[in-house]
Structures are given as C-alpha cells and as structure tokens.
C-alpha cells in the first residue's frame, strides 16, 4: 500500500500521479476515488494530466477515454483497458492498493 | 436491397469512416478499400516509436477486438482508380467496378518529394527516404545505424522527429530548412524559433534559410547539395518536406480538387452520395471564409463521424473545429491547438520557455485563438478545451 495525500489536499475533480511501477493516477469525483494505471495504453502520456468528466478520463495527447470504474476504454484511439487499482481512505489519508482489486469492481 | 457504402482508404479516417456507420445505424455492406495491404496503423509512432525500435508493428494496429463485430470488407493492396461523375460506381486498378450507394473519400495524402527526383522507383538513389507508410518507416529504419550520417530535408514536425529519433539511435543528423525560421507557419518565428533551438540543446546541426540543389551519389547517397554552394556528406538522407493529397484518381469525376476534395463543414462533396474526410478533404470553414486542408491526426478521427451523418441523411451538426496536433522531439512534448493568424499577439501564460516547459497563448484582439503547451500536457488539456467550447471566430 501507498499513502497518497490527504483527502483535503485533492478536491473533487482532481487527480494526482503516484510514482508507483508502473504509476498510479487517483482521481476525486465527487468525493470517490478512483484509481488506474497512469499510463494510456495507447501511446506514452499521462492520464493524471487528462480531462476528468464524470467517471471518465479523456487522455490529453490523444482524447482516448477509459472508465474509472473499470477501466476500459469508451473512446478510441486506445483499445486496451488500463488496470484499475483499490484505493481507500484511513485517519484522512487516502491509500493506494497498487494491484489489488477496487471494491465493487466487476 | 442491401445497400452498400464504400469507403475509399483504410487509414485512420476511413477505419473511423466505418465504425461510424455502424454507430450510426447504418446494417448494409460496408467496404473498405486500401491500397497499402496493411491492416488499418496508426502512423504517428513512425517517425517516434516505431522507428526507434520501441514499439512493435502489433502496437500500431488502430482496429480493436469489437471491429471484429462490425462486419467490414475489406479491400486491402487495391487501389481506386476512378469515381464514376455519378458517384455509384468506383473503378479499381485490376479493372473491377464497384458499385455503391454512398461512398467515402478518406485516400488520405502522400509524403512530398523532391522536385527533379521523380516518383520512387527501381532507378532510386538507395539511402533517400520520405517516411509516410508503415513500409517508408521499416526501410528508414534499417538505415539508422549509429554512427552514420543522416540529413534531414525540411525542419517540419516529421524532420524534427526523425532527427530526434536518429540522434537517440547515435547517427550523426543535420537538418537543413529552406525557410529562415522552422515551423513559422504553424507557430509564428518566436514560437518556430523556440522549437528549433531543441535541435542545437541535443547535438543537431540546424542549416536554416538554403535551400536543396541536388543530391549525390551513384546508387548510393553520398552528400546533399545545398543552394549556397555548400555540400554535406551524407549516408542516409530523409525528405521531410510535407504532404500532397491523394486525389488525382479523382480527376474524371468532376469534383473540385483544387485544394483537396472540397466539401461543405460536415464533408459532403458536390456529388450526392459522395463525402470527404481526412486528409484528403478540404471542409468549409465559416470561420476562414473558404475551403481549409488540414493534415491533423485528430481530424481523422473526428471527421468522419459528420461525414457520415451527412451520407446518411441525419441533422447532425459539423464536427468541432479546433484544429489540434502534437509532436514529441528530445523527450520533449509539442502541443498546439486553434488557428494562429499573422497578428496574434504571444503570451507566455505559465512555466519558463528557456526550460522547454511552459504554456503560451495566441490571442486575437485579447482573445485566445490559439494555445501552444511544450512539457505542459495538464494545462494543456484545459487550455484546448476551453477552446473546444469558446464560440466560434
């Protein structure tokens, strides 16, 4: 597990990279937090940096779409899914799970 | 009857094309016919990725499982020769006719060559490439050997890339630029000039304001000759000098191909039942008052879909019209969205252009118009939606 900020320290619609291997990007939607691969599986950027529409990441090179919820991709260019990671919150921390399923994911 | 589309080119337009009709509703035959024999790639990676090695020809494939579903045809390795005036019939270069309902235009465009050097052929100069095709870039490749000596011909985004891709892989790279300032068109002198200082920052020779005379060498390259009498030595050379529609096989039908396959915003062409997209068409554009050309990755992909609504008779309105591309170059990201004028006034909004990180603006009478990130991909992203949704200019 990896601690990752405070739960203050991301408002809702913000995400932040974690430097795990391969990086993590969590995001805050609406008080949620979700977790994936930071990585687009499509080409080399960052999804942490993307547009966050509901519980959706648009990539910002390439506007491929993954859903945080699972993972996969809505729109192309990608067509692999990104791994989707468990995150939690203790004492106020939000905590990584980097390989472990979220909770509730089909 | 079942009806039927042909969807002429298989690249990322036409692949787009396709999927579109499906999304669309569209239950008949559709064709895809392509005259590379390569499955739908994505060509981005080939002056990048791809050519140094990094990625593998499986990691360009552009179609995903669920294509499998839509039941395409595929006409891959033959070439549309002619559009019948009427737009229901296409004519392939082995002679057969197809016959259509609507038809798609999405040929795409070709790599440039140098005057004088004529079409590729037996006759070639071996060591002189264009990089276009998935084949371009595995020929190109196998000639970047470290050590070796590559000039690059024009200082645009493909040469840019290429002569970074080259530097990594250890070969000797200079980049020669008719024009006095590289990538002026797009970005304006400051910015141009910005991006150019990247080849200097990483061992790149940049020879800016000559021009090409000719090359030499029997058989094999051996040296570029310049305008102003210089001449460098030479192992592999790689012409990087733009790209030309690919419309000439359209010459009988009667469309205006003056600056591409013209069409309306949406990308139906002047015969019914015929749409554009791509890069091959060229859209009306309210804003510029005339037909506009765009060679963007991200219009490829977009296009499409507003095309296809046009083919099949839906109100759907244009596709957006905030012009993006991106290059990387020396581990580097180049990010630029909207169109620039020749009297926008450059504002450096965040970060620090002498540490290749930063954001500017393009503003037009204080509005933004354009926005170029380097190393900057977060603001970036918000910068060019707030383009997306601004009202038209």
Redesign the interface.
């Known amino acids: 597990m990896i601690p990752v900020c405070r739960v203050g320290d991301l408002p809702p619609g913000e995400a932040v990279r974690v430097d795990a291997d391969p990086p993590v990007a969590v995001f805050n939607v609406d008080g949620e937090f979700y977790a994936i691969d930071d990585t687009c599986t499509h ?4 999804l ?4 966050l529409d509901g519980c959706s990441v ?1 990539c ?4 491929s779409c993954f859903d945080l919820r699972t993972g996969k ?1 809505s729109a ?2 990608a ?1 692999k899914p990104v791994r989707t990671h468990r995150v939690s919150v203790a004492d106020g921390v939000i905590v990584l799970w980097p390989g472990e399923t979220p909770d509730g994911a089909a | 009857m079942t009806r039927t589309v042909a969807v002429v080119g298989a690249s990322l337009a036409g692949l787009s094309a396709g999927r579109a009709l499906r999304e669309q509703g569209f239950d008949g035959r559709v064709l895809l016919i392509g005259d590379e024999v390569h499955a739908p790639y994505d060509r981005p990676p080939l002056s990048k990725g791809f050519l140094d090695g990094g990625s593998a020809r499986d990691d360009l494939d552009l179609a995903r499982e669920d294509d499998a579903a839509l039941g395409f045809e595929w006409l891959l390795g033959q070439r549309a020769v002619a559009l019948d005036p009427r737009g229901q019939s296409l004519r392939l270069a082995d002679g057969r006719e197809i016959r259509a309902d609507g038809i798609v235009l999405a040929t795409g465009a070709r790599a440039r060559r140098l005057p004088g050097l004529g079409p590729p052929g037996p006759g070639d100069r071996s060591g002189v490439h264009v990089l276009r095709t998935l084949d371009d870039a595995v020929a190109l490749r196998s000639d970047l050997r470290p050590g070796r000596r590559l000039v690059v011909i024009g200082a645009g985004f493909i040469g840019a890339e290429v002569a970074s891709t080259a530097r990594g892989l250890g070969l000797d790279v200079t980049v020669v630029e008719a024009l006095p300032v590289p990538l002026a068109g797009p970005l304006g002198p400051e910015m141009g000039r910005v991006c150019a200082a990247l080849h200097a920052d990483h061992g790149t020779r940049l020879l800016a304001g000559t021009g090409v005379a000719g090359l030499d060498g029997d058989g094999h390259v051996t040296g570029v000759r310049l305008l102003d009498g210089r001449s460098l030595p030479a192992d592999v050379v790689l012409v990087g000098i733009g790209a030309q529609p690919n419309v000439e096989w359209l010459a009988g039908s009667g469309l205006d191909l003056s600056g591409g396959i013209a069409t309306d915003a949406r990308g139906a062409a002047s015969i019914p039942g015929v749409v554009a997209a791509g890069d091959c068409a060229a859209p009306w554009s309210e804003t510029a008052g005339r037909h506009v050309r765009f060679e963007h990755w991200t219009g490829a992909l977009e296009q499409p879909s507003a095309a296809v609504a046009a083919l099949l008779g839906a109100d759907a309105a244009a596709a957006p019209g905030v012009p993006y591309f991106w290059s990387d170059q020396y581990g580097v990201r180049i990010q630029f969205a909207g169109t620039r004028g020749p009297d926008d006034k450059l504002r450096v909004v965040d970060g620090d252009v002498a540490a290749r990180s930063f954001l500017a603006v393009y503003e037009r009478e204080d509005v933004p118009v354009a926005v170029l990130g380097m190393n900057q991909s977060r603001l970036f992203a918000r910068w060019r939606r707030q383009l997306r949704t601004a009202p038209a200019r």
């Open positions: 080409q080399d950027a960052s942490a940096d993307g547009w648009e910002p090179l390439h506007a991709p192309p260019p067509k």
